[in-house]
């Protein structure tokens, strides 16, 4: 019972840093600050194209 439950901490452990790695890994202080996030918002604004109602997706077309 001992090993059971030492095994299903090591996976918790294991998952735990998992999360932890992908969340933090290549930010030196964690998160974005918020004028950049801001920045990037804007600027992905700026590139989506406008959208019009006599494209091919946009639904109104019987099919």
Excluded: H, N
Aim: aromatic letters at 6%; a negative charge; hydrophobic letters at 45%.
């Amino acid at each position: 019972m001992t090993l059971l439950l030492l095994e299903a901490l090591g996976a918790l452990l294991l998952l735990i840093f998992i999360v932890w790695w992908t969340m933090f890994s290549g930010r030196r202080k964690g998160e974005l600050p918020e004028s950049v996030e801001a920045e990037k918002q804007a600027a992905a604004r700026q590139q989506e194209p406008p959208a019009s109602g006599d494209g091919p997706g946009d639904g109104s077309a019987p099919r």
